[in-house]
């Protein structure tokens, strides 16, 4: 079975400190992708890589970076946390970018900025 | 940009019937596919069925089937049977087609299921 595991089902940081989320899949899939879900809003992709230390933005990068330095690891980073970005952020990949192909999550890690 | 409507926040089944969930989408394309996905109170994200645009014929996964209606830009999903374990928050998603596509979900439709 595919696992997508995420460091951490629970974090509290404060505002201004950097914080890393990490992901890690075990399936040598090429892609893998950061949501952020929340309420009434659903999952919105913030970014996604195709490949080793490739990135695209998704539909809301502002305040992320990301990094992806091997293909089984990827990491998400809040360069200096605010309260707006207090969510459940999860983790996705998949073997190939687009079609079928199903994604595999993580179980999300539930954020809280203070 | 491709949008995706789900217009039932929560819904509600009693065990052993059958409800349908809604999903529409906005789109100019003539191809795509389309998912659903189910996240318990778990959390894990889990696939529950999969149709591509071109495809005329209705995905079925057991008790899971969607009514897809291209011209409507519709894309229902039919649970039949109802069980405890089908409560839910169900996402519809959308994905254009070519390498470098993503998926779009919809706002989510919470299903509880009572005895």
Known sequence: DVKVTQSSRYLVKRTGEKVFLECV??????????????????????????????????????????SREKKERFSLILES?????????????????????EAFFGQGTRLTVV | AQTVTQSQPEM???EAETVTLSCTYDTSESDYYLFWYKQPPSRQMILVIRQEAYKQQNATENRFSVNFQKAAKSFSLK???SQLGDA????????????????????????????
């Open chain 1, 81 to 101: 946390a605010s309260t707006n970005q207090t969510s459940m952020y999860l983790c996705a990949s998949s073997l190939y970018p687009g079609g079928l192909t």
């Open chain 2, 79 to 81: 649970i039949s049977d």
């Open chain 1, 25 to 66: 899949q075990d399936m040598d899939h090429e892609n893998m992708f950061w949501y952020r879900q929340d309420p009434g809003l659903g999952l919105r992709l913030i970014y996604f890589s195709y490949d080793v230390k490739m990135k695209e933005k998704g539909d809301i990068p502002e305040g992320y970076s990301v």
């Open chain 2, 12 to 14: 509600s089944v009693q």
């Open chain 2, 88 to 115: 839910a928050m169900y996402f519809c998603a959308y994905r254009s087609t070519g390498t470098a596509s993503k998926l779009t979900f919809g706002t989510g439709t919470r299903l509880q299921v009572t005895l």
